[in-house]
């Protein structure tokens, strides 16, 4: 069968699945052409995919969220949320329960492990919080409702149905949040294909319930972006001049901090001037703004999440996760010492 007639086969078949279905998703001339064209480049039975799609349901809270203005609240409101003491010792109790797993995914992939913990406590609190949306439903909705993310969308949906034949799994199965962001790391559909990790071998990529998996995919996503053990990560700069253009540039790692410093920073602290860096800005007081350099490290988790604010609350909640951890702060305070308190409480009366 040549192209054509196979083409012609395809939207003859579409055409009775969508009239046989009387659903108004897969009727939509645009919808049509998404399912002979997802058919034809992957290998897809056309009614395979219009079955899904009769199946997803439009939820327009999500295109309701999609069009807020996008605001972005200023670090010291920011901050908060992120490095706080819930997360900070729900980090360090996750270290210790699960200590040697963690050793055996961070050496194999040259990663700090309070900074992979510090990701998955930012993205859902390590599993608690993945989100309940079906992800065909969310994709959908946004791919076929929201026309300046369409394309984007319609990728990430086709991702979605590759995922799920390579998984074995059945498409409508899987939940995330509204965007279409999966699993402990919230990786879209394009991303887990990508990044995702079997650590147990046990032929599945389960990013939702196995702690394994979830974590060896973060630390690939970071050794595969370049991730530096040991390296440099932030700090803080004085900056003489008009950083506006510095800053609009804050996700291209292209200026060593001799060409910055040549551009009007001035390091506060002693580095290693031959490395690259980008210089952004925080507002840490209401109204004063402070400048930053952000080397290898930090670059690495914008390509996470592209947010200077979130690659700052990441690194923070890192360190303050590794201290609590050494400290033992995540652990219960022994009973015995609050009796001997309430004693000499006693005695001093």
Do not use: C
Not at 108 to 130: H, W
Not at 183 to 198: C, E, L, V
Not at 234 to 263: C, M, R
């Amino acid at each position: 069968m040549n192209f054509k007639t196979l083409a012609a086969a395809i939207l003859l078949t579409l055409s009775s699945t969508a009239i046989m279905a009387d659903d108004e998703l897969i009727s939509r001339p645009e919808v049509q052409q998404y399912i002979n064209k997802t058919a034809m480049d992957h290998g897809f039975a056309p009614e395979e995919i219009a079955g899904w799609l009769q199946q997803a349901e439009f939820k327009g809270n999500i295109i309701n969220i999609l069009d807020k203005p996008s605001t972005s609240r200023p670090w010291h409101e920011f901050e908060a949320n992120f490095v706080n003491k819930t997360r900070i010792n729900n980090g360090a109790k996750f270290w210790r329960e699960n200590a040697i797993l963690i050793g055996d995914i961070t050496r194999k992939y040259q990663v700090a492990p309070e900074v992979l913990l510090a990701i998955l406590g930012a993205e859902t609190n390590y599993g608690r919080y993945t989100g309940s949306f079906r992800i065909v439903d969310a994709l959908s909705t946004i791919a076929f409702n929201y026309p300046r993310r369409a394309a984007y969308f319609q990728g990430e949906l086709t991702q979605l149905f590759l995922l799920a034949r390579e998984e074995k799994k059945d498409p409508l199965s899987f939940k995330g949040s509204y965007a279409g962001a999966m699993g402990w790391p919230q990786f879209m559909p394009t991303s887990f294909r990508k990044w995702a990790q079997d650590w147990d071998k046990d032929g599945y990529h389960d990013i939702w319930n196995n702690p394994g998996d979830a974590m060896a995919s973060v630390a690939y996503y970071l050794n595969q972006h370049g991730w530096q053990d040991g390296g440099d990560t932030y700090t803080a700069v004085n900056f003489n001049g008009d950083p506006s253009q510095l800053v609009a540039d804050k996700f291209k790692l292209q200026y060593t901090v001799d060409e910055l410093i040549a551009k009007g920073v001035m390091p506060i602290n002693e580095i290693n001037t031959k490395q690259q860096a980008v210089l952004y800005t925080l507002e840490t007081e209401p109204g004063f703004i402070q400048h930053f350099l952000g080397f290898n490290n930090f670059y690495v988790i914008t390509r996470y999440n592209k947010s200077t604010l979130y690659a700052t609350a990441v690194l923070q909640l890192a360190d303050e996760i590794k201290k609590a951890y050494v400290n033992g702060d995540d652990l219960p305070k022994p009973a015995v010492a609050k009796k001997d308190a309430k004693q000499a409480d006693k005695s001093k009366k």
